[in-house]
């Protein structure tokens, strides 16, 4: 015995949902390890960013109206970043030769 098609919707027809355009994704720093934002100051108009550095093992905090971390922003910007990749770069070039 063959199996009839579903019977077909009821009511009006639900829009198509389009998918949100790709967000361009920047640049992150490769030490990083984790990223917290949340709300902070009164009312929640302050954003806290809190973020894990491989570097250091510490968490640095920046907070503000629309703070922009080095970390997520511009990681050549930051002094452990420069440090450490100057490192990794010095032992590449001495397995190298």
Same mark, same amino acid.
């Given at each position: ?26 640049? /992150?720093?490769?030490? #990083? ?11 929640? #108009? ?33 002094? #452990? ?9 010095? /032992? ?6």
């Amino acid at each position: 015995m063959r199996a009839e098609p579903p019977p077909p919707p009821r009511g009006r027809p639900e829009p198509q949902r389009q998918s949100a355009p790709p967000r361009p994704r920047g640049r /992150r720093c490769p030490y #990083l390890e984790q990223i917290i934002r949340e709300s902070a100051g009164p009312f929640g #108009l302050l954003t806290r960013y809190k973020a894990d550095c491989h570097v250091d093992r510490r968490t640095h905090k920046f907070t503000g109206r629309h703070p922009v971390p080095p970390c997520v922003s511009e990681p050549e910007s930051c002094g #452990l970043y420069q440090a450490e990749h100057g490192d990794e770069d010095d /032992r590449i070039r001495r397995y190298v030769e």
